[in-house]
């Protein structure tokens, strides 16, 4: 077969390659996800110049055009330029892609020698992934005269079929140009489903030839035109990506009721909706105009679209709407519908019907979950891997979002931990006739929504314990970390909200204390209800877990991260998604037991540099001008250095605090100080790591000077911010500044005395502790996460 090379307009594409030893291990590879198999040698490869690259096999004029790409990143991460020489790398690709998910198809073996490089893929769609795999290789080498290459071997392909990213278009709106950057970022991170969220209450963001009031009067002018969508479309297919468009129907409907407000169950008229939320109107389902309506939509959609499944949404349906309406009630009644549910399964019915006629596969979220849902369709859980559990048992396909909603400010290691499938408890919850034991019942109060319930539960024996929380209609979790002496409890857990730290004081039968979900608290009360102490009582009974049998496992297709868009917009949205995408991509590329989490951070930290040179994302630009654009007047270098040390409030903390102070709607200013902040600080944790690393070898004095050093910079910057933020337009960084500061003076303190063995007074640990306890608590939905080692330092005085 004819081998067809690349050519830049610059000439011929070469390569001077010099075969040498290069010894190199697995660990020093920089590379997320981690590939299935990698095998290096002590050979190296050097690059001189770009390398020029031929192609074989089928789909061709896809695989060169995606060659002509990689050649220019290639050239953006090292500068390389066209030389005279050879064809060192070349690609071939065994079969067409067919099958839009398919695991096998995605596969491919790149294959690094001291004298050429060759990528071998079984589709088109696996020649993109040894390319990226390879582009990562190879680095970030500016100022490198040459680029030197391990010799290896990698051997790869995904874990999961699908591995999706869901952006929501409505809440705020993205445009394009920004959509395919958000797009090169998923091609880079492995990623292949983009789910396009494109109806919801606050807006249609689709042309509609059929119904064109939905993008006319319920769009604010910001819609998708039909060939806009085919252009993303075509942008998506050229870098393996499948689209997945998601028309929520029967809830999640205010913009249709705007538009066709005859078409709901309750009367109009319908005002535009910005406020955040779950709202009420619903389609009506009695009304055969609803389901003309859903055939001339999904009817459209599915012109456009080509991948085989359309998301329907069906989630958070409100039925009151349903419910006082005569008409819908009697049109249930003669049905033999037994109840809201009954109607919302029979609407999804007919919807599938229709989707079925146009050769497409329905997907929706829990809520669609009912013995009379069409088999074959997806269920993609929002609600974790118990509902997960319960539609795998029901013969569903299934997706997982819980744990990847990366609209949520969360630490990359949590996203990391998310097992999708539910676990058994893997606990000795019987205690033994010397072990003591209590049940508590707790419950701990949000600014918005339901109070964080549910009963928590310790068993001891000696010094040592163990424990398992059940939060309200959630299955057991087991506890770790766990610490009891009667009197303190101390335990971790990961839960849906994100990861819990809990510090709690246990006093005359109650509980009292503070549990740290992701970064910030809830204050915890409770009492106890049982214990080896209370004659008769027993340890409660666990809600029952829907454990996946291994012959349905297959039915798990994969996950997709999650990012919804109350407040996120189009100069936040990559600081957001970026870098951690790529660490949920790694949990559904990569092999279920890859779990090391320090190895995660040190390869995230080089890819998140890499995918802002190689895949233009701006994540790190976006920080920048977000901060120079509120702050002119200040120095960018003290703004980073002040930004190392904080954290927006993580999960839903954000949202509670809009709630309860502001209005919680488009309304709000996404100008602020937090809307600058990357979801974690990684100099606040490295702080924490160093402080640790200096309590147990004290002696290491130059670890003590590093950690000196970080608290001086925080406070030099510190005190640089407060003094060019005085006017009253910059309160909030101001104080925040300000409280740095002080942060930073206590752990200067206690550095200090610490080295020195001479411990603080009573009244400097109070006061010390006052600082510590307000830098750790929300202000301005702002997190002084440096403050974190800080009290590690205060509670291990000498």
Same mark, same amino acid.
């Given at each position: 077969? #004819? ?6 307009? *610059? ?32 050979? %190296?490869?050097?690059? $001189?110049? +770009? ?28 500068? +390389? ?5 050879? !064809? ?75 591995? *999706? /990213? ?13 959509? =395919?950057?958000?797009?090169?970022? #998923? ?51 050229? &870098? ?23 078409? #709901?169950?309750?009367? *109009? ?73 009954? !109607? ?10 229709? !989707? ?18 069409? $088999? ?36 990359a290691s949590y996203h990391y931990r998310v097992r999708l499938l539910p676990e058994p408890v893997k606990l000795d919850t019987t205690p033994a006739d010397d072990e003591s034991w209590s049940t508590w019942r707790f419950s701990a109060p949000r600014k918005r929504g339901s109070d964080v319930a549910g009963t928590l539960s310790v068993i001891t024996h000696d010094k040592t314990s163990r424990g398992f929380i059940d939060f309200k209609n959630k299955s057991r979790q087991v506890l770790s970390d766990v610490r009891y002496d009667g009197q303190h409890l101390s335990f971790t857990v990961d839960s849906w909200m994100g990861p819990i730290s809990a510090e709690l004081d246990s006093h005359n039968h109650t509980l009292s204390g503070q549990l740290l979900v992701g970064n910030a608290p809830y204050l915890l009360t ?53 870098? &951690? ?6 949990? +559904? ?10 190895? /995660? ?22 920080? &920048? ?5 509120? %702050? ?13 040390? #904080? ?10 605090? =809009?709630?309860?102070?502001?209005? %919680? ?11 600058? !902040? ?27 000077? &590093? ?11 510190? =005190? ?39 411990? +603080? ?27 974190f080692g800080v009290k590690q330092l205060l509670h291990t005085q000498p």
């Open positions: 077969m #004819m081998l067809r090379s690349l050519i830049l307009a *610059g000439g011929l594409c070469t390569a001077l390659l010099t075969p040498t030893t290069f010894a190199t291990t697995s660990e020093s590879l920089n590379l997320l996800p981690w590939p299935q198999s990698v095998e290096t040698s002590e050979q %190296y490869l050097t690059l $001189k110049a +770009l390398p020029s690259v031929t192609v074989s096999g089928e789909d061709t004029e896809l695989v060169r055009q995606a060659g002509e790409r990689f050649l220019s990143r290639l050239r953006q991460q090292t500068g +390389l330029k066209a030389g005279e020489s050879s !064809l060192p790398i070349s690609i071939r690709v065994s079969a067409k892609a067919e099958r839009a998910l398919d695991t096998a198809s995605e596969a491919y073996t790149l294959a690094v020698s001291s004298e050429a490089i060759s990528l071998d893929a079984e589709s088109y769609r696996g020649a993109l992934h040894g390319l990226e795999t390879l582009l990562q290789l190879i680095g970030i080498q500016h100022k490198a005269e040459s680029i030197r290459l391990p010799a290896l071997t990698v051997t790869d392909s995904p874990r999961f079929a699908w591995r *999706g /990213l869901l952006i929501d278009s409505v809440r705020h709106f993205f445009s394009l140009e920004t959509l =395919k950057r958000q797009i090169d970022g #998923m091609a880079a991170a492995k990623l292949n489903v983009f789910h396009w969220h494109l109806t919801d209450d606050q807006g249609w963001r689709l042309e509609s030839p059929s119904y064109p009031k939905l993008h006319e009067q319920a769009s604010g002018g910001q819609y998708y035109t039909r060939a806009q969508v085919r252009e993303l479309i075509d942008y998506a297919a050229a &870098r393996g990506i499948h689209v997945l468009p998601e028309i929520d129907m029967p809830g999640h409907a205010s913009a249709i009721a705007v538009a066709y407000p005859e078409l #709901m169950s309750a009367p *109009g008229p319908y005002q535009p909706e910005d406020r955040w939320g779950v709202h009420k109107p619903l389609l009506n389902p009695a009304n055969p105009a609803v389901y003309e309506f859903a055939r001339a939509i999904l009817g459209e959609v599915a012109e456009l679209f080509p991948f085989p499944y359309v998301h329907i949404g069906g989630d958070e349906v409100d039925p009151e709407h349903w419910e006082t309406n005569q008409e819908i009630q009697a049109f249930r009644e003669k049905q033999k519908l037994a109840d809201s549910h009954a !109607l919302h399964a029979y609407f999804n019915q007919r919807l599938a019907e229709i !989707l079925t006629q146009l050769d497409r596969k329905m997907i929706g979220w829990d809520e669609v979950l009912h013995p009379d849902l069409p $088999k074959g369709t997806v269920v993609q859980s929002w609600q974790g891997p118990d509902a997960l559990g319960r539609a795998i048992n029901m013969g569903f396909p299934a997706l997982l979002s819980t744990g990847f909603y990366l609209d949520q400010p969360q630490y409770g009492e106890k209800i049982a214990g080896s102490e209370l004659a008769g009582s027993q340890l409660p009974e666990p809600v029952k877990k829907d454990l996946v049998d291994a012959s349905k496992e297959p039915l798990l297709l994969g996950g997709e991260a999650a990012l919804w868009a109350e407040i996120i917009d189009e100069n936040s949205i990559d600081l957001r998604l970026w870098p &951690r995408g790529f660490v949920v991509a790694e949990r +559904l590329w990569s092999a279920e037991e890859l779990r090391d989490e320090k190895a /995660l951070y040190a390869r995230l930290d080089n890819v998140s540099e890499w995918s802002a040179v190689s895949a233009g994302l701006e994540h790190f630009q976006q920080q &920048r001008d977000a901060l120079q654009s509120r %702050y002119p007047d200040v120095a960018l270098d003290s703004l980073l250095q002040l930004s190392s040390a #904080m954290e927006p409030a993580h999960y839903y903390h954000r949202h509670h605090e =809009k709630s309860e102070k502001e209005t %919680y709607s488009r309304r709000d200013p996404l100008n602020r100080f937090v809307d600058s !902040l990357p979801a974690e600080s990684r100099a606040s944790q490295d702080f924490v790591d160093q402080v640790s690393q200096w309590l147990a070898q004290p002696e290491n004095t130059s670890v003590q000077q &590093r950690l000196n050093k970080q608290l001086q910079q925080w406070q030099e910057a510190a =005190k640089a911010v407060a003094k060019a933020t005085q006017a009253p337009a910059h309160q909030e960084l101001h104080q925040l500044a300000d409280n740095l500061s002080e942060v930073t003076r206590w752990g200067l303190a206690a550095l200090e005395a610490r080295a020195k063995g001479k411990p +603080l007074t009573v009244e400097q640990r109070k006061e010390a502790n006052a600082v510590i306890d307000r830098a750790l608590n929300i202000q301005y939905e702002v997190i002084v996460s440096a403050a």
